[in-house]
């Protein structure tokens, strides 16, 4: 049975995507740092095991990445863990930029990297890179985030040339806002309600995954 590494698969996109790729057949590895989200999240999978990993430390992420392929036959990784802090940019603490680099960006590479040497000379293998417009374009009060977001853009064009000439397929998808937990304890958006559901978001990325690029935009 084929296997999809799926980060933050406890809340959100993560976890609607987990949904839809299980209904799909696959076999779903879920990864994040809280264990009770993931769980909740096997429990409405047939086929699916938790790895409780924080992607911003590369030791623990290559640990864990060695075993998984020694039990599992991994054929692709979706990079969708990811955190937003927002406000004026002269007043975001320093520790939030970190915060968001090292996850957005460092946690995204050290997946990448443990993963794609594993998978990229394999007929339909995959990894897809959850971004979001804030990818594609500047947005008030969103500076460090859009920075964090477009580095991920540049990562993932730039893997795409790089393994043009393999099997493996690396996309990149930029959507707008979603009705998830990312917005919880943020003044930034005031009605997340408005938002697409990650469960549509999630549809429209499944029916798109052949592509390169998809771009889902807000409502
Ligand atoms: N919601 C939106 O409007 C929107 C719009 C465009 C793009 N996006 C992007 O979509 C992706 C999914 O976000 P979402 O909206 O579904 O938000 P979410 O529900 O907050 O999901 C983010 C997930 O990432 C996990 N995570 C955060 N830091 C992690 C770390 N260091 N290691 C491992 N897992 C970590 C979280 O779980 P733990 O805390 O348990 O680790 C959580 O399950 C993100 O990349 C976000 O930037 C969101």
Redesign the pocket.
């Known amino acids: 049975m084929k296997s999809v590494i799926i980060?933050?698969?406890?809340?959100?996109?993560?976890?609607?995507l987990a949904l839809k790729y299980g209904k799909e057949g696959y076999h779903l590895i879920l990864?994040?740092?809280?264990?009770e989200?993931?769980l909740e999240v096997k429990k409405q999978l047939n086929n699916a095991i938790i790895t409780v990993?924080?992607?911003?430390?590369k030791h623990e992420v290559d640990e864990n990445i060695r075993f998984l392929f020694k039990e599992y036959n991994v054929v692709g990784l979706i990079?969708?863990?990811?955190?937003?802090i927002f406000g004026p940019f002269v007043k975001i603490k320093e520790n939030a930029i970190e915060e968001m680099f090292?996850?957005?960006v460092l946690?995204t590479m050290y997946m990448t990297q443990a993963v794609l040497p594993n998978i990229c000379e394999l007929d339909g293998s995959f990894v897809m890179n959850?971004?979001?417009?804030?990818g594609l374009r500047g947005k008030v009060n969103e500076a460090a985030?859009v920075a964090s977001?477009f580095a991920v853009r540049g990562f993932t064009e730039s893997l795409q040339k790089e393994y043009e000439e393999k099997p493996v397929l690396i996309s990149a998808v930029?959507?707008?806002?979603?009705?998830?937990?990312?917005?919880?304890g943020s003044e930034h958006?005031k009605d997340?309600s408005k938002?697409r559901s990650?469960a549509e978001v999630a549809e429209t990325i499944f029916s798109q995954r052949q592509q390169e690029y998809v771009v889902i935009e807000s409502k």
Do not use: C
């Open positions: 980060t933050g698969a406890g809340t959100g996109l993560g976890r609607e990864v994040g740092r809280s264990e989200t993931l990993l924080d992607i911003r430390n990079n969708n863990a990811g955190i937003g090292q996850t957005n946690g959850i971004i979001s417009t804030a985030y977001k930029y959507m707008g806002g979603m009705n998830t937990p990312f917005w919880k958006v997340p938002f990650p």
